[in-house]
T-cell receptor, first 111, second 113 residues
Framework: GQQVMQIPQYQHVQEGEDFTTYCNSS?????IQWYKQRPGGHPVFLIQ?????EVKKQKRLTFQFGEAKKNSSLHITATQTTDVGTYFC???????????FGKGTTLSVSS | DAGITQSPRHKVTETGTPVTLRCHQT?????MYWYRQDPGHGLRLIHY???????DKGEVSDGYSVSRSKTEDFLLTLESATSSQTSVYFC????????????FGSGTRLTVV
């Protein structure tokens, strides 16, 4: 079945360092979404990318969608302790309905 | 998020008993989803609904059933709870106004003993 894979599973950084998580799909995606889940919380929608090669920015967060629409990345510049949490990518399932989520990348930041 | 609530927030139940979790939305959205979250597995789709009485299975649907008799309510039933169903269960709605991004409820932490 369709799979969405994320690496790394865990990442620890010092505050101020950059962070990147990568997402790869076994199939071409019509779009990809990113979510953030704070410890003890629920996933929160960050952004959707639709176009091949698309790049979007939200303050210190940069999201990219690959040219082949099978991979994506989230880059955080100069991490802060407020960036702590698990970041998930997700793409539509084969039926084009419910999202299939990657297993997430958990980011910890020490000050 | 205002607009989607899950109940109960926490539940402990015994193996073999039926359990029903409730997801309630106030925004009249067509699509609703149930996911479970377990360490090392991320979020896995159990069932989803695309309208009243219209539901379909996800990747981990065995042992679960759902019902949607009203637009606002999506119920998840564990027919006979097992320890492997100990998990955090999230309900979500899809909002067209937010690029169809999902809005999740606060979750139900279920422990089967």
């Amino acid at each position: 079945g369709q799979q969405v894979m994320q690496i790394p599973q865990y990442q620890h950084v010092q505050e101020g360092e950059d962070f990147t998580t990568y997402c790869n799909s076994s199939t071409t995606l019509s779009n990809i979404q990113w979510y953030k889940q704070r410890p003890g919380g629920h996933p929160v929608f960050l952004i959707q990318l639709v176009k091949s090669g698309e790049v979007k920015k939200q303050k210190r967060l940069t999201f990219q969608f690959g040219e082949a629409k099978k991979n994506s990345s989230l880059h955080i510049t100069a991490t802060q302790t407020t960036d702590v949490g698990t970041y998930f990518c997700a793409g539509p399932g084969q039926a084009g309905t419910a999202l299939i989520f990657g297993k997430g990348t958990t980011l910890s930041v020490s000050s | 998020d205002a607009g989607i609530t899950q109940s109960p927030r926490h539940k402990v139940t015994e193996t073999g008993t039926p359990v029903t979790l409730r997801c309630h939305q106030t925004e009249n959205h067509r699509y609703m989803y149930w996911y479970r979250q377990d360490p090392g597995h991320g979020l896995r789709l159990i069932h989803y609904s695309y309208g009243v009485k219209d539901t379909d299975k996800g990747e981990v649907s065995d042992g679960y059933s759902v019902s949607r008799s009203k637009t606002e309510d999506f119920l998840l039933t564990l027919e006979s709870a097992t320890s492997s169903q100990t998990s955090v269960y999230f309900c979500a709605i899809s909002r067209p106004s937010e690029s169809f991004g999902y809005t999740f409820g606060s979750g139900t932490r279920l422990t089967v003993v």
